[in-house]
């Protein structure tokens, strides 16, 4: 009787306590500023936004959608997915000129809400303690104003899939806390700031998808803490510089259509997981060097030469498409020590020779690709060991069958090409064969 008395009282005084900390809560976000209250009002009215998001006479920071505040003033305002009233969508246009009035604002997201128009250069002078600045995908154009260079405390600023033109401000680099900066999809011009080097923050950095021209910033190896880097789809003139093989914690690089050169990145200490590139000649075989890479992909390119047997040291890798180049030679029997891989393609190359019986090692294998090539032997009876075979290809390519289409083989695609052998192997795979 005792000890339910004292669950009884447990259970009361958590209930007290919890509805005291919810009215602090309410008592702590509900707006003190009638400056702010009218910034917001206004803000609702220029963007014509609807009552369904900001009702006109609730509390603006408990029930209006995408309000948050803290200590009474706005600290964050999120409008992405918002739809404008129908009044509104007539004219739409960057009028925020509101914002100047919520002081402590540090964050603001309007991705995806269209604000034709530029970026007003006070947005740089004004609002001082923003962290987060997410204008993606809200048909912004002209250039973007180098007062943002002032908003010091921004630790992600994106800019990205709009209509910017002009060059990148160098003063970008003053962002000391920037973490992430995204620009790409866009119509900037000129080079890289080279300023972007004293980014010692930066762990992404995306100018993807835009008109830059001119060499890599030697500085952007300095970037300590970059994990992702893409400089694809622009007209960039050099090599990829040396010191980019300094960045130990880059996992993700892609230069697809836009650099000449891989040779700089190569070094003793970039281990990115994935790369992409769009280039010609020969793969160096120092690429064996990147063992924390997962995904290679460079399919589609005007490679030449050899593949090279270094590959086969990049223990973690998954995914592995060479496919669409010039490759010569023999498929490296190397390839047998990637024993986490689940996709090979090296499909429309200028390969010969036999198929390495150590390919049949790569339990893990789900897609293996070795057509439109010049291979010389029967398909090995080893091959029948690769239990978790989904899709083989071998069209135009392999010389004979020999093991693969034996009694137990089960792939669920097969396409080939090829002469049928008189010597079935049991293939162990379990997966159901396909009847198209």
């Known amino acids: 009787m005792v000890d339910q008395k004292i669950v009884l009282a447990l259970k009361f005084l958590l209930l007290v306590l919890f509805f005291e900390s919810t009215f602090e809560q309410q008592q702590q976000e509900r707006l003190s500023s009638p400056i702010e209250r009218a910034a917001l009002l206004e803000l609702r009215s220029s963007l014509g936004l609807r009552s369904k998001d900001w009702p006109m006479k609730a509390d603006n920071c408990s029930v209006w959608n995408g309000i948050k505040c803290e200590n009474g003033s706005v600290s964050e305002i999120n409008i992405s997915g918002f739809r404008r009233t129908r009044l509104g969508s007539q004219n739409p246009q960057f009028r925020v000129d509101s914002l100047v009035n919520l002081t402590r604002l540090k964050s603001f997201n309007a991705s995806g809400f269209y604000l034709p128009g530029s970026i007003p250069d006070w947005f740089g002078q004004r609002l001082v303690s923003l962290q987060v600045l997410d204008l993606s995908s809200c048909l912004i154009s002209n250039a973007i104003p180098g007062s943002l260079g002032n908003l010091t405390s921004l630790t992600g600023l994106y800019l990205y899939h709009n209509n910017f033109t002009g060059m990148i401000p160098s003063n970008l680099g003053l962002l000391a806390g920037l ?198 032997s029967s398909i090995p009876p080893q091959l029948g060991d690769l239990s978790n075979l989904a899709d083989f290809d071998c069209l135009n390519s392999c010389g004979g069958i020999m093991g693969l289409m034996g009694q137990g083989v089960k792939p669920t695609v097969i396409s080939r090409s090829i002469r049928w052998s008189t010597t079935p192997v049991i293939m162990k795979s379990r997966k159901p064969l396909s009847n198209t």
């Open 179 to 376: 973490s992430v900066l995204d620009l790409s999809a866009n119509m900037f011009t000129g080079s890289i700031p080279v300023s972007f080097g004293s980014l010692q923050n930066l762990t992404r950095l995306d100018i993807s998808m835009n008109l830059l021209s001119g060499p890599i910033p030697l500085a952007i190896g300095m970037l300590s803490k970059l994990q992702y880097l893409n400089l694809s789809r622009n007209d960039l003139s050099s090599s990829i510089p040396p010191q980019l093989g300094d960045l130990s914690n880059l996992a993700d690089f892609d230069c697809l259509n836009s650099c000449v050169g891989i040779k700089g990145l190569m070094g003793q200490g970039v281990k990115p997981t994935v790369i992409s590139w769009s280039i010609s000649n020969a793969i160096p075989g120092s690429l064996g060097n990147l063992t924390s890479l997962t995904g290679l992909y460079l399919y589609h390119n005007n490679f030449t030469g050899m593949i090279p047997s270094n590959l086969g040291l990049l223990a973690g890798l998954s995914v592995l498409d060479l496919s669409a180049n010039m490759f010569t030679g023999s498929i490296p029997v190397s390839f047998g020590s990637l024993q986490n891989l689940t996709r090979l393609d090296i499909s429309m190359n200028l390969l010969s020779g036999p198929i390495p019986l150590a390919i049949g090692m790569l339990s893990k294998l789900q897609y293996l690709n070795l057509s439109r090539n010049d291979l010389s």
